[in-house]
């Protein structure tokens, strides 16, 4: 693996996770299309594979790559799965408002 | 040698008349039935040549066991499935099989119309198993198993015809007070089982040998007299005899094979195997002869008014068994087992010979409605004589040599107790006779009432005419007659000899002997000059001693006094407190409170469930928030 240039230090890389992150919560909480808070939730899952990988590097221990392709798996899956339901809840409402999308209570 | 084959062939007919009887034809059905028993005792005649028994010599001096497996290891305690084979348990099997395999052939003619066929046999078969396992087990757990076994095969054959009322009320009945004996004969398994830390005959025995008489401890007497408990409940004495009589309501061949042949002698042959702990306990030798005296007299006034041929013949084995427990408490345990033996071929044959009289007479069983059944039924009238004979204690016939020697055996012991047993024995022989006569001498009185009864034994098939039993039914009866005659022979006292010894007998034949037999004589003289010659003079005396009678004939109001004193109590007790306090105020409002607690708190919670996604997101990210919190807070561990 080629050596990280000595200029960008180990808080850059978290800034970024964070900020990733928190955009991805910004858009789970906010956006009202299901599509985009599906792909809040990809946004998240990598801003935490990020900091795996950013720490796994600087610590010279394999467990954060492990751990990142673990979490990429699952997020595949999950997309399919997700995507499934996405269809279907169109196919049957005509619409990927979340706010509609409210039949499920009490 | 394999033991195991002598219950497990009444099992395996059990299983195919159990599971496949509906599907069968009856010949199939008897095949299966009669035939399992009838193996199962070739394999006991089998078994016992093998071990010497016909040849000559001292054969099975020491007990023959077999272990099959370890049923239960716990601690100290180590229970096997063992059976054992040695001269009491000899003459128990020979007595089961054998007059089982009788009553089973005679069963095949007597139920010919009845419904439930496969049913009745099935049931016939359970029971034979668990008989065999309850004189075959070598401890205490497997004569447990047994015994509870065959009160369940009981309560299933008494309430046999379960859509009558009174027959499923007698079933219970019996069920419910064996309970109480049974719950007494389970404390002393206990106290056994914490005594003597094992449940073996010949360990616990052993030790109770060991010890020397004078130390019988309290303990001691409380096992035996916690065994008699048990004793009482499956042999029907006082005070827990009451279930005998009702539990009639069976068809005939039941109350024959279990309720005076075999199941009902289980507590004597309990007491008899257990006869070291008893002799350790003198006091509760002596309440077992009291107990036993008791019963065989009140029981034997209780017949003298019966109006029902098997209520008499009801009664009349409680009272015998009452005899054997005599014999037992004052000592003489092969007498008590001499008399069950005899007991059970003359007894069986009564019954055996009340159901073909009931069978002649379409399904009637009250004596006053029979009556010169003499012509029309020989051979039952013969063999029935024959067992009148016999239960009388006539001399040479077997009932005379069983009771003589517990007759003896209670003279030695106390001469009040023998002299209660003679005026018993007196009472045994006037009761017998008076049912033998009302039902085949004098006038017939079955005319007006011969079509349209259709009695408790609901076995009427309506034919007018009585009319002989078929051969099925007759010959065990003519089997039964010839061992009630001769069985008096078979020497059971000599042959137990190596387990329990025999008091020293004078030569000659002893004056307690002629004593009784005059006994019997009367009872018969006074049976014949009441019931053939002045049949006035029976009516005459009920009326003159009508408070004595009306106590008798209602058998001294004893149920009555159990409603009020214990069932009646119980069940309002049960209605007014358990039900409406415990059940309805304390067990149903903790349920109910627990449902409601739950549907309140569910109520507030459910709030949080608004369906709006976005409000999970952001309960979600909150709680993701606290969890992060909450690990900064404990130190990032």
């Not at chain 2, 007491?271 to 003198?282: D, K, W």
């Not at chain 2, 007479?361 to 009238?381: A, C, H, N, V, W």
């Not at chain 2, 009367?522 to 049949?535: E, K, N, Q, T």
């Not at chain 2, 449902?595 to 409000?615: C, E, P, V």
Request: charged fraction near 10%; include cysteine.
């Amino acid at each position: 693996m080629p050596p990280l240039p000595p200029s960008v230090p180990l808080s850059w890389y978290l800034t970024l996770s964070l900020i990733l992150f928190v955009l991805g919560i910004a858009g789970f909480l906010f956006r009202r299309n299901i599509i985009t808070v599906f792909m809040s939730i990809e946004l998240m899952l990598n801003a935490v594979n990020l900091s795996f990988i950013t720490f796994s590097y600087k610590l010279k221990q394999v467990d954060g790559h492990i751990f990142a392709f673990f979490v990429m798996v699952v997020a595949a899956a999950e997309a399919a799965v997700g995507l499934a339901i996405i269809l279907t809840v169109f196919k049957n409402r005509q619409t990927l408002e979340i706010d509609e999308l409210s039949s499920l209570k009490n | 040698m394999q033991l195991w084959l002598i219950p497990l062939l009444p099992l395996a007919g059990f299983a195919v008349n159990g599971l496949l009887g509906r599907r069968l034809s009856k010949t199939a059905i008897n095949a299966v039935a009669a035939g399992s028993v009838l193996l199962s005792f070739l394999w006991v005649l089998k078994t016992l040549s093998a071990l010497g028994v016909f040849g000559g010599g001292t054969p099975l001096e020491q007990a023959y066991t077999e272990h099959y497996y370890t049923w239960i290891q716990s601690g100290m305690l180590n229970i096997g499935v063992d059976f054992a084979i040695d001269r009491l348990t000899a003459v128990m099997l020979m007595i089961v099989t054998g007059v089982g395999f009788l009553i089973h052939v005679y069963a095949i003619g007597y139920m010919a119309h009845e419904g439930g066929y496969y049913r009745f046999f099935a049931y016939l078969n359970l029971f034979m198993f668990f008989m065999l396992v309850l004189v075959l087990g070598a401890n205490f757990l497997l004569l447990f198993v047994g015994w509870e076994g065959v009160g369940l095969c009981s309560y299933l054959l008494i309430g046999f015809y379960f859509t009558e009322k009174f027959a499923t009320d007698a079933g219970n009945k019996a069920f419910i007070v064996n309970r109480i004996g049974d719950f007494g004969f389970a404390l002393a398994v206990f106290l056994i089982a914490v005594h003597f830390g094992s449940l073996d005959f010949a360990t616990v025995f052993g030790k109770v040998q060991g010890m020397p008489v004078e130390s019988s401890a309290g303990w001691m007497t409380a096992i035996a007299l916690l065994l008699f408990v048990g004793a009482t409940g499956k042999s029907a004495q006082i005070p827990l005899y009451v279930w005998l009589p009702d539990a009639m309501a069976g068809p005939t061949p039941v109350s024959a094979l279990i309720h005076a042949a075999t199941m009902v002698t289980a507590g004597v042959y309990m007491v008899t195997r257990s006869s070291a702990i008893f002799l350790h306990a003198h006091n509760a030798l002596e309440v077992v002869a009291i107990i036993g005296l008791a019963t065989a007299f009140f029981a034997a006034t209780m017949g003298l008014a019966q109006t029902d041929i098997k209520k008499v013949y009801a009664y009349s084995t409680v009272s015998q068994l009452g005899y054997m427990f005599l014999g037992l408490g004052t000592g003489a345990f092969s007498a008590g087992i001499f008399h069950v033996m005899t007991h059970a071929f003359f007894k069986a044959l009564l019954f055996l010979g009340a159901g073909s009289v009931i069978h002649a007479m379409s399904g009637e069983q009250d004596l006053r409605k029979m009556g010169g059944l003499r012509k029309y039924t020989p051979i039952t009238f013969w063999t029935l004589l024959c067992a009148s004979v016999a239960i009388a204690g006539v001399p040479p016939f077997s009932g005379y040599h069983s009771k003589d020697a517990i007759l003896a055996s209670a003279y030695e012991y106390a001469p009040w107790m023998y002299w209660v047993g003679v005026f018993t024995a007196g009472m045994t022989a006037f009761y017998v006779f008076r049912a033998f006569f009302l039902a085949f001498f004098g006038e017939p009185r079955w005319q007006a009432a011969a079509h349209d009864a259709h009695g408790h034994d609901a076995h009427g098939h309506g034919h007018g005419e009585p009319h002989e039993s078929p051969p099925s039914m007759w010959i065990p009866l003519a089997v039964l007659a010839v061992l009630s005659l001769a069985g008096g022979y078979i020497n059971i006292p000599k042959w137990l000899e190596p387990m329990f010894k025999v008091p020293e007998e004078g030569p000659g034949i002893p004056w307690t002997a002629l004593v009784s037999v005059a006994a019997g004589l009367l009872g018969i003289a006074l049976a014949a000059w009441f019931y053939l010659i002045s049949p006035a003079i029976p009516e005459g005396l009920a009326r003159s001693f009508s408070t004595p009678y009306r106590w008798i004939y209602n058998k001294y109001f004893v149920d009555e006094f159990y409603d009020s004193v214990v069932v009646e109590p119980m069940i309002d007790g049960s209605r007014s407190l358990l039900w409406r306090v415990v059940d309805a105020s304390g067990i149903d409002a903790i349920v109910n409170g627990t449902g409601k607690t739950a549907r309140n708190l569910g109520g507030i919670l459910k709030r949080m469930q608004s369906g709006s996604i976005r409000s999970y997101a952001a309960w979600v990210v909150l709680g993701s928030i606290m969890v992060i919190i909450a690990i900064t807070m404990g130190g990032g561990r």
